[in-house]
């Protein structure tokens, strides 16, 4: 399952031009070059934030972070693994206090 968050701040900081907030999004005025961690919405207009326990694949979907990785973090262009021997119990972890040993399976 992909999860999108649409945050404005995100390209404010990265420099892009905003034109007008509205609920969480921000339009832009210029082409649309969102920052790592996130991708274009798909009117082209908007830079949604990859979610905590998901990462940007090839600018264009967030995608889950496989079992065994984790994500603490929006904005994300890679999960980080579980300490071995540990894995998860799904994918889309989001903290590394979901990285269990494999007699917690």
Same mark, same amino acid.
């Given at each position: 399952?992909?999860?999108?968050?649409?945050?404005?701040?995100?390209?404010?900081?990265?420099?892009?031009?905003?034109?007008?907030?509205?609920? =969480?999004?921000? %339009? !832009?005025?210029?082409?649309?070059?969102c920052p790592g961690g996130?991708?274009?919405?798909?009117? #082209?207009?908007?830079?949604?934030?990859?979610?905590? =326990?998901?990462? %940007? !694949?090839?600018?264009?979907t967030c995608v889950d972070?496989?079992f065994g990785f984790y994500?603490? #973090?929006?904005?994300?262009?890679?999960?980080?693994?579980?300490?071995?021997? !540990?894995?998860?119990?799904?994918?889309?972890?989001?903290?590394?206090?979901?990285?269990?040993?494999?007699?917690?399976?």
């Amino acid at each position: 399952m992909f999860r999108l968050l649409v945050v404005a701040l995100v390209c404010l900081l990265q420099g892009c031009h905003a034109q007008d907030f509205s609920a =969480g999004e921000m %339009e !832009l005025t210029n082409s649309v070059n969102c920052p790592g961690g996130t991708i274009v919405d798909p009117t #082209n207009q908007y830079c949604l934030v990859c979610a905590k =326990g998901t990462y %940007e !694949l090839n600018t264009a979907t967030c995608v889950d972070c496989d079992f065994g990785f984790y994500n603490p #973090n929006e904005m994300a262009t890679e999960c980080l693994p579980c300490p071995a021997p !540990l894995s998860t119990w799904s994918s889309g972890a989001e903290s590394i206090d979901e990285c269990v040993g494999k007699d917690e399976f």
